[in-house]
């Protein structure tokens, strides 16, 4: 024995065990940090979440002393990092198991609100009472007045006035006294300065004892407002009580709900269409997704946005009058589905007639098929009338437990028992739809007999379901009725942009007329509304057709068609007159519309029409598009059944003669009648086939497209490869010629004014050995072109298609180049050195100024030539123009002014006076009047070169990038050009091109040289100091004013001074410890003014009292100072 007596110690366990209930309160064990809530917080338990019969989420109210208001407060995450945020809680939420183990039953519950509540009144009844001294009291208030005056003594208040009280007194009452008493006492400057002291004095203790009433009436609100919080929560512990018992009555009211349902309760069933029932073998479809109503019948009626649910009675005759109309909507003979009236908003003008008639709009209901028999089935649950399907999708229940950034809400998650909720009332809500259906079947037997009734089986069991039903999950994309055609067509506004983009002189085009004319695309047949119209416009014609097929021409770079229409015209004295006749479009001015104005033909075809108007997923916007598709679908329909003999011919002949790969040859007879008919101005097929001339073209056209085109590729990549140019396209031309596109070499291009956008059209014909070059020219590469077809691309066509210019053709751009290198000569003219050459332009003024007022309109007034030289070209975004150098109306001064011959002189002066009326005091205008030349853009060439006889001619200023301000600084054209190339190169847009021959062979600008202007060139060297100013290290504002000490705001100036001087002089009124002064020299004040400009885009010419802020002359010293905005 080792004489070692073991003793067991008893084992005491401690249970603590309280029932949970809502309603009561329970205490925090510790701090919980991250819900803000602090140790041995006392919390109402607000609701209690159960799942599966066990208790699963606590929710507790937030301390009332918290609730609802946004409190910053600090916690550590799981990673043991301190994070600060400001939140705002109502709830807090804890599983079962954390909330056991962090909190307490809390038995005093009562009395740790009521002396909280306590704490509350008294805290409002003390300051009541202070509030209530103070006002009383005067001396109580004289103290509080004191204590707020001596916190706010300062080192610059010790010569203020309130150190002295007496002498205040005495001042006060000389100032508030009679004006006798200040007279007889002696009144000195002195005494009157004491008088505005004391009157200061007198403002800022009346200021102190407001901002001090208004503080304590501030608190005692806020002291008041805090125990709102806590009622509330006794109210909400009533409601958590009964928490139970009151879901408990839902529940049952819920069931109840379900059997009003399956009883038909306030169930309507529509009878639409009688009828043989459907065949017992067939089962029950139920299809998932919405249908509206007016998706479905713009099928086959024209519907406007008009239609409502008022008109839901032209349904209900549609279906018993277009059995397609039945198919299209039912995929079954035994069918159920959802359907509302409409998804649209229709504008009802009244706001409550609006929300009520819009509700109406949306309300869904059952259409049911048997067979021949169609009902409609209204049910009265809430949720049934904005049910968005009949039953839910597949990811619909997935995404209830799913998070916002898209995780997973699992069962260890305190949200999962609202998701849950949510589950059970959506599951509710299709259950009802199940019940709904299985009291149609057993009361009224709506769907016929497709099961045994005998064999007593549950229609909402999965048994019956799965026997006698199914499911189309055509919303999910996922069933029978998904489109598998969608990844492959393109959307609808693709497909109308796709077919647009072919649009050219020759394309057929079918035109909604009441929606393509309009004051700015045929003013001819519309005008502006003078009231306000629902359109904005009127027509001042009749269309003899509203929609119909033109076929379009160009016009000054436009595209047009024409539309037949009528006009009358009405008068008191003589019958009324009817005039028809062909109004113009300009399409290419057309814009957009409510629906679509026109659609051109030239690749439609329609089958594609007839996608488009039977997809339910595109005809959500069938307003827009489906009246013009169903119409001409029609027409293409019945022109490709008139043209069909003659395509057989065609193919017939392809056939014959073993021409292609049999496979391809169908295609290869499309291709040649879209590329005839476009080359034929949208001729009948029937017209080319019976023509021998247009039928051997049809058959060579056919024959390259089909086989020896793409017979030839080899050979003409040879011939590229001889000619140095890489291949881009080959195609067949609308003449039944091969085109081939190829890039020009680097030599052959031209990037002026715009990068080179333009290819090499050859038009090759087919030797017996090879190819044979017949004719070149420049073209664009047009993304799409129908007029060509397309028998094969190389992959470097893809950096040349689609390229657009500004100009309308490379010979067009080439002309505006060319322009501008003629301005020169028309410069040198303007030198008043230059006699010979102001007499020239004398002499040409006086025939421009004849030809504008002896031979073309004048408006009743004198005018006067416009000067323009082109001296560049501007490129901004889709448009050109020329910037010329020149003068609208102050031709005739500059060379009057400059000329010494004195007879020609007296002509110039003759020729202008005498078409006056009032000839007094023009002559000694024309002689002294300033003149100056300057700078404007227009894409128009003067008619009279160098002057214009246009009266409406429209010009515009270039854009220099600064403002009007500025600019007057810039008086040489040097440095206006550098404003306008440094803005070009600016814009991503933007591009500037000047004459190549204003340029020196060193880069310098040669206009004011040439013009002879000395006023011209400063050429005075300037120097500037640029200042930088960097923040202090507070990130405060880093410079302050030497006289006052306030902030000087500005980080950043430049300073124009004489060369050589001081530096510190940039910083004379201002105290900047950490600054960068920074010297560049120029040879004149333009081009310093220009580095500023360019270094500040943003800067502007410094005065005293521009800013708010600086109110100093710029030092002695300093030119100009410009400061950064």
Same mark, same amino acid.
């Given at each position: 024995?080792? @004489?070692?007596v073991r003793?067991?110690q008893?084992?005491?366990?401690i249970?603590?065990?309280?029932?949970?209930?809502?309603?009561?309160?329970?205490?925090?064990? #510790?701090?919980? *940090?991250?819900?803000n809530?602090a140790?041995?917080?006392?919390?109402?338990?607000?609701?209690l979440?159960?799942?599966?019969?066990?208790?699963?989420?606590v929710?507790?109210? !937030?301390h009332?002393?918290?609730?609802g208001?946004?409190i910053?407060?600090?916690? !550590?995450d799981?990673?043991?990092?301190t994070? @600060?945020t400001t939140?705002?809680?109502?709830?807090?939420?804890?599983?079962?198991?954390? &909330?056991?183990?962090?909190?307490?039953?809390?038995?005093?519950?009562?009395e740790?609100?009521?002396?909280?509540?306590?704490?509350?009144?008294q805290?409002?009844?003390?300051?009541?009472?202070?509030?209530?001294e /103070?006002?009383?009291?005067p001396?109580? %208030?004289?103290e509080?007045?004191?204590?707020?005056?001596?916190?706010?003594?300062?080192e610059?208040?010790?010569?203020?006035?309130?150190?002295?009280?007496?002498?205040?007194d005495?001042?006060?009452?000389?100032?508030?006294?009679?004006?006798?008493?200040a007279?007889?006492?002696?009144?000195?400057?002195?005494?009157?300065?004491?008088?505005?002291e004391?009157?200061?004095?007198?403002?800022?203790?009346?200021? =102190?004892?407001?901002e001090?009433?208004?503080?304590?009436n501030?608190? =005692?609100?806020r002291a008041?407002?805090?125990?709102v919080?806590?009622?509330?929560?006794?109210?909400? +512990?009533?409601?958590?009580?009964?928490?139970e018992?009151?879901e408990?009555?839902?529940?049952l %009211?819920?069931?109840?709900?379900?059997?009003?349902?399956?009883i038909?309760k306030?169930?309507?069933?529509?009878?639409?269409?009688?009828?043989?029932?459907?065949?017992?073998?067939?089962p029950?479809?139920?299809v998932?997704?919405k249908?509206?109503?007016?998706?479905?019948?713009?099928?086959?009626?024209?519907?406007?946005?008009?239609?409502?649910?008022?008109?839901a009675?032209?349904?209900?005759?549609?279906?018993?009058k277009?059995?397609g109309?039945?198919?299209?909507i039912?995929?079954?003979?035994?069918?159920?589905?959802?359907?509302?009236?409409?998804?649209?908003?229709v504008?009802?003008?009244?706001?409550?007639?609006?929300?009520?008639?819009?509700?109406?709009?949306?309300c869904?209901?059952?259409?049911?098929?048997?067979?021949?028999?169609?009902?409609?089935?209204?049910?009265?649950?809430?949720?049934?009338l904005?049910a968005?399907?009949?039953?839910?999708e597949?990811?619909?229940?997935?995404?209830?437990?799913?998070g916002?950034?898209?995780?997973r809400?699992? &069962?260890?998650?305190?949200a999962?028992?609202?998701?849950l909720?949510?589950?059970?009332?959506?599951?509710?809500?299709y $259950?009802?739809?199940l =019940?709904?259906?299985? @009291?149609?079947d057993?009361?009224?037997?709506?769907?016929?007999?497709f099961?045994?009734?005998?064999?007593?089986?549950n229609?909402?069991? %999965?048994?019956?379901?799965?026997?006698?039903?199914?499911?189309?999950h055509?919303?999910?994309?996922?069933?029978?009725?998904?489109?598998?055609?969608?990844?492959?067509?393109?959307?609808l506004?693709?497909?109308?942009?796709?077919?647009?983009?072919?649009?050219?002189?020759?394309s057929?085009? &079918?035109?909604?007329?009441?929606q393509?004319?309009?004051?700015?695309?045929?003013?001819? +047949?519309?005008?502006?509304d003078s009231?306000?119209?629902?359109?904005?416009h009127?027509?001042?014609?009749?269309?003899?057709?509203?929609?119909?097929t033109s076929?379009?021409?160009?016009?000054?770079?436009? =595209?047009?068609?024409?539309?037949?229409?009528?006009?009358?015209?009405y008068?008191?004295?003589?019958?009324?007159?009817?005039r028809?006749?062909?109004?113009?479009?300009?399409?290419?001015?057309?814009? !957009?519309?409510?629906?679509l104005?026109y659609?051109?033909l030239?690749?439609?075809?329609?089958?594609?029409?007839?996608?488009?108007?039977?997809?339910?997923?595109?005809?959500?916007?069938?307003?827009?598009?489906i009246?013009?598709?169903? #119409?001409?679908?029609?027409?293409?329909?019945?022109?490709?059944?008139?043209?069909e003999?003659?395509?057989?011919?065609?193919?017939?002949?392809?056939?014959?003669?073993?021409i292609?790969?049999?496979?391809?040859?169908?295609?290869?007879v499309?291709?040649?009648?879209?590329?005839w008919?476009?080359a034929?101005?949208?001729?009948?097929?029937?017209?080319?086939?019976?023509?021998?001339?247009?039928?051997?073209?049809?058959?060579? %056209?056919m024959?390259?497209?089909?086989?020896?085109?793409?017979?030839s590729?080899?050979?003409?990549?040879?011939y590229?490869?001889?000619?140095g140019?890489?291949?881009?396209?080959?195609?067949?031309?609308?003449?039944?010629?091969?085109?081939?596109y190829?890039a020009?070499?680097?030599?052959e291009?031209?990037? *002026?004014?715009e990068?080179?956008?333009? /290819?090499?059209?050859?038009?090759?014909?087919? !030797?017996?050995?090879?190819? $044979?070059?017949?004719?070149?020219?420049w073209?664009?590469?047009?993304e799409?072109s129908?007029?060509?077809?397309?028998?094969k691309?190389?992959?470097?066509?893809d950096?040349?298609?689609?390229?657009?210019?500004v100009? #309308?053709?490379?010979?067009r751009?080439?002309?505006?180049?060319?322009?501008i290198?003629?301005?020169?000569?028309?410069?040198?003219?303007?030198?008043?050195?230059?006699?010979?050459?102001l007499?020239?332009? /004398? #002499?040409l003024?006086?025939?421009?100024?004849?030809?504008?007022?002896?031979?073309?309109?004048?408006? @009743?007034?004198?005018? $006067?030539?416009?000067?323009?030289i082109?001296?560049?070209?501007?490129?901004?975004?889709?448009?050109?123009?020329?910037?010329y150098?020149?003068?609208?109306?102050? /031709?005739?001064e500059?060379?009057?002014?400059?000329?010494?011959?004195?007879?020609?002189?007296?002509?110039?002066?003759?020729?202008?006076?005498?078409?006056?009326?009032v000839?007094?005091?023009k002559l000694d205008?024309?002689?002294?009047? $300033?003149?100056?030349?300057?700078?404007?853009?227009t894409?128009q060439?003067?008619?009279?070169?160098?002057?214009?006889?246009?009266r409406?001619?429209?010009?515009?200023?270039?854009?220099?990038?600064?403002?009007?301000?500025?600019?007057?600084?810039?008086?040489?054209?040097?440095?206006?050009? *550098?404003?306008?190339?440094?803005?070009?190169?600016r814009?991503?847009?933007?591009?500037?091109?000047?004459?190549?021959?204003?340029v020196?062979?060193?880069?310098?600008?040669?206009?004011?040289?040439?013009?002879?202007?000395?006023a011209?060139d *400063?050429?005075?060297?300037?120097?500037?100091l640029?200042?930088?100013?960097?923040?202090?290290?507070?990130?405060e504002?880093?410079?302050?004013?030497?006289?006052?000490?306030?902030?000087?705001?500005?980080?950043?100036?430049?300073?124009?001074?004489?060369?050589?001087?001081?530096e510190?002089l940039?910083?004379?009124?201002?105290?900047?410890?950490?600054?960068?002064?920074?010297?560049?020299?120029f040879?004149?004040k333009?081009?310093?003014?220009?580095?500023?400009?360019?270094?500040?885009?943003?800067?502007?010419?410094?005065?005293k009292?521009?800013?708010?802020?600086?109110?100093?002359?710029v030092?002695?010293?300093i030119?100009?100072?410009?400061?950064?905005?």
């Amino acid at each position: 024995m080792t @004489g070692i007596v073991r003793i067991e110690q008893p084992v005491e366990r401690i249970e603590r065990f309280h029932s949970l209930q809502g309603g009561q309160y329970w205490r925090a064990n #510790e701090a919980i *940090a991250e819900e803000n809530i602090a140790a041995s917080e006392v919390l109402l338990i607000e609701s209690l979440r159960w799942v599966d019969n066990k208790l699963h989420t606590v929710i507790l109210r !937030t301390h009332p002393s918290k609730h609802g208001q946004h409190i910053r407060f600090e916690y !550590t995450d799981e990673s043991g990092r301190t994070c @600060g945020t400001t939140r705002s809680f109502t709830q807090h939420r804890f599983l079962f198991d954390d &909330f056991v183990n962090k909190f307490t039953f809390a038995a005093d519950s009562k009395e740790v609100r009521e002396s909280e509540v306590q704490a509350c009144q008294q805290l409002a009844q003390k300051l009541t009472v202070e509030l209530s001294e /103070a006002m009383t009291n005067p001396e109580r %208030m004289k103290e509080i007045i004191a204590e707020r005056l001596e916190k706010e003594q300062t080192e610059k208040s010790e010569n203020k006035l309130n150190t002295l009280p007496a002498t205040i007194d005495q001042y006060t009452n000389l100032a508030t006294g009679p004006l006798e008493n200040a007279l007889t006492s002696g009144v000195n400057e002195e005494s009157i300065k004491g008088m505005m002291e004391a009157a200061r004095h007198g403002h800022k203790l009346a200021v =102190i004892q407001s901002e001090w009433l208004q503080g304590k009436n501030n608190e =005692i609100t806020r002291a008041v407002q805090a125990v709102v919080p806590y009622y509330q929560e006794m109210a909400a +512990a009533q409601l958590a009580a009964f928490e139970e018992s009151r879901e408990n009555v839902e529940s049952l %009211m819920k069931g109840i709900a379900s059997l009003d349902l399956f009883i038909g309760k306030d169930v309507v069933v529509n009878t639409i269409i009688k009828g043989n029932s459907a065949p017992s073998d067939i089962p029950l479809t139920f299809v998932q997704k919405k249908l509206l109503m007016d998706e479905e019948l713009a099928v086959y009626l024209d519907l406007g946005d008009w239609f409502d649910f008022t008109k839901a009675d032209l349904f209900d005759q549609a279906l018993q009058k277009h059995p397609g109309l039945i198919e299209q909507i039912f995929p079954t003979q035994r069918c159920v589905l959802v359907m509302a009236v409409t998804r649209r908003h229709v504008n009802y003008q009244d706001p409550w007639e609006a929300a009520a008639k819009d509700f109406q709009n949306r309300c869904v209901f059952l259409l049911v098929r048997d067979g021949e028999n169609i009902y409609q089935v209204c049910s009265p649950v809430e949720s049934h009338l904005g049910a968005h399907t009949l039953f839910p999708e597949r990811d619909e229940q997935d995404a209830l437990f799913r998070g916002f950034d898209g995780s997973r809400i699992t &069962f260890r998650d305190v949200a999962y028992t609202d998701r849950l909720r949510a589950h059970e009332k959506m599951a509710l809500h299709y $259950k009802r739809f199940l =019940i709904l259906c299985c @009291g149609l079947d057993q009361r009224e037997r709506l769907f016929g007999e497709f099961y045994d009734r005998s064999s007593n089986i549950n229609f909402i069991s %999965m048994d019956f379901q799965e026997k006698y039903c199914r499911f189309i999950h055509d919303a999910d994309g996922t069933g029978l009725l998904s489109d598998p055609e969608a990844d492959t067509r393109p959307s609808l506004e693709s497909y109308i942009k796709q077919a647009n983009q072919h649009l050219r002189s020759g394309s057929r085009v &079918f035109c909604e007329w009441r929606q393509v004319v309009n004051p700015v695309t045929a003013p001819g +047949a519309a005008k502006d509304d003078s009231g306000n119209g629902y359109r904005g416009h009127s027509f001042t014609v009749d269309f003899v057709k509203s929609r119909s097929t033109s076929v379009a021409y160009q016009k000054n770079e436009e =595209i047009y068609v024409d539309v037949p229409v009528v006009q009358h015209t009405y008068s008191r004295n003589a019958k009324s007159d009817k005039r028809e006749f062909n109004a113009k479009v300009c399409l290419s001015k057309f814009r !957009t519309s409510d629906s679509l104005g026109y659609l051109c033909l030239d690749t439609v075809k329609s089958a594609d029409l007839e996608y488009y108007i039977h997809n339910r997923r595109i005809r959500a916007n069938h307003l827009y598009y489906i009246r013009l598709f169903k #119409e001409l679908a029609a027409l293409l329909k019945l022109e490709e059944t008139l043209e069909e003999q003659y395509r057989s011919k065609m193919l017939a002949a392809l056939n014959a003669g073993n021409i292609g790969d049999e496979n391809d040859r169908v295609a290869a007879v499309d291709k040649t009648i879209q590329t005839w008919r476009c080359a034929n101005r949208g001729a009948s097929l029937q017209s080319g086939l019976e023509d021998e001339k247009q039928w051997k073209a049809l058959l060579a %056209m056919m024959d390259l497209i089909a086989w020896r085109g793409h017979a030839s590729i080899p050979q003409i990549e040879c011939y590229c490869e001889q000619l140095g140019n890489s291949p881009l396209r080959l195609v067949v031309m609308p003449n039944g010629k091969l085109g081939l596109y190829v890039a020009p070499r680097a030599e052959e291009r031209n990037d *002026a004014a715009e990068k080179h956008k333009w /290819a090499i059209r050859v038009v090759l014909s087919l !030797t017996r050995t090879g190819v $044979k070059e017949v004719s070149r020219s420049w073209a664009l590469v047009n993304e799409l072109s129908v007029s060509e077809c397309t028998l094969k691309e190389w992959p470097l066509v893809d950096e040349w298609k689609g390229l657009k210019s500004v100009f #309308e053709s490379y010979d067009r751009k080439l002309k505006a180049l060319a322009d501008i290198e003629l301005g020169r000569e028309t410069l040198k003219r303007l030198n008043p050195s230059n006699q010979e050459g102001l007499s020239e332009l /004398a #002499e040409l003024w006086i025939n421009a100024f004849e030809e504008m007022n002896f031979y073309r309109p004048t408006g @009743g007034i004198v005018q $006067k030539p416009v000067m323009m030289i082109p001296i560049g070209l501007i490129v901004d975004r889709e448009e050109w123009s020329y910037l010329y150098l020149g003068t609208r109306g102050s /031709a005739v001064e500059y060379i009057y002014q400059n000329l010494n011959d004195k007879a020609l002189k007296a002509r110039v002066a003759h020729r202008l006076i005498s078409n006056y009326e009032v000839k007094e005091g023009k002559l000694d205008n024309l002689a002294n009047k $300033k003149t100056s030349l300057g700078l404007f853009c227009t894409k128009q060439r003067p008619d009279m070169a160098p002057f214009s006889a246009d009266r409406n001619i429209e010009t515009y200023g270039p854009d220099f990038g600064v403002n009007h301000a500025v600019l007057t600084h810039m008086v040489s054209f040097k440095s206006q050009i *550098a404003l306008i190339q440094q803005e070009a190169d600016r814009g991503l847009h933007r591009r500037f091109t000047i004459a190549s021959n204003l340029v020196s062979s060193a880069g310098e600008l040669l206009i004011d040289q040439l013009l002879g202007d000395a006023a011209r060139d *400063a050429d005075e060297p300037v120097d500037i100091l640029e200042v930088v100013i960097n923040p202090a290290p507070t990130g405060e504002p880093g410079a302050k004013l030497k006289k006052n000490g306030e902030t000087f705001w500005h980080k950043h100036w430049c300073d124009l001074c004489k060369p050589g001087t001081e530096e510190s002089l940039a910083l004379s009124h201002i105290h900047a410890p950490d600054h960068v002064i920074t010297r560049t020299s120029f040879s004149s004040k333009e081009d310093a003014i220009l580095f500023v400009l360019k270094t500040m885009p943003q800067a502007r010419k410094y005065e005293k009292d521009f800013f708010r802020d600086n109110d100093f002359d710029v030092p002695d010293g300093i030119i100009e100072r410009w400061i950064d905005r």
